[in-house]
């Protein structure tokens, strides 16, 4: 049996947004874990709208405080969907190379603490664009955009040795996570969207691997 205490740090997608069970694809892989025997505590520090550059002066704060030295921690991070959107009238988010600069900074110190893992951004609904949020701001989401801010985390992730799940390529094609999308707001997904990213990645060597089976 493995005993962890993981912090999920992240944005809307990692919250779960969407999900009416309130689970996320993180509650999900972590009952999926208890279920075979591990014992998992879970700390979901998903902000809604949050890009690299707002979770870069949080995260080290939110993890700390949860992962004593004294306990198995580890961090899983994903984000970058934000970072693409282009907000109108004021253009995209964070630039291609601060986002990918902001990564750094957070998973270079990341990975010299404890173990750490990263999924990449998620795909959208094209025709679903744009996001209007009820303040009248509008997000626009390309595909187009996020592969590419995916393609670069991957680079990094690489460079750093930090596994790394391009949740682009596990989910651009599948028409069930775009079912789930078009059945919310065509950036997140109802429930059963989140337990696609949770079976994905509870089926990853680099998770299989923290858990030793």
Known sequence: MATYRIC???????????????????????IAETRRGHDVT?????????TSELILPRWQAECRVRLPDHVNGALVF???TNDAAEEEGAGVRVP?????????????????????????PIPTIADMQ???????????????????????YGELCGELGIPYLDL?????????????????DGVHAVGDGYAIIADTLTGWPAWRGWFGD
Request: charged share 15%; glycine share 12%.
């Open 42 to 50: 879970l700390y979901n520090l998903g902000v809604r709208g949050d």
């Open 130 to 152: 744009p996001y209007i949020f009820p303040n009248g701001v509008a997000y626009r989401f390309s595909n187009e955009r996020t592969a590419s801010l995916s393609a670069a």
């Open 78 to 80: 994903s984000f970058g």
């Open 96 to 120: 291609i190379e601060q986002s990918v600069a902001n990564a750094r900074a957070i998973l270079e110190p990341a990975r010299g603490w404890l173990p750490t893992l990263m999924l990449g």
């Open 8 to 30: 999920f740090v992240g944005d809307s997608i990692m919250v779960g947004s969407g999900d009416a069970g309130f689970l996320g694809w993180p509650g999900r892989a972590c």
């Open 168 to 184: 682009m390529a596990a989910l651009n094609a599948d028409p069930a996570w775009a079912a789930h999308q078009r059945a919310c």
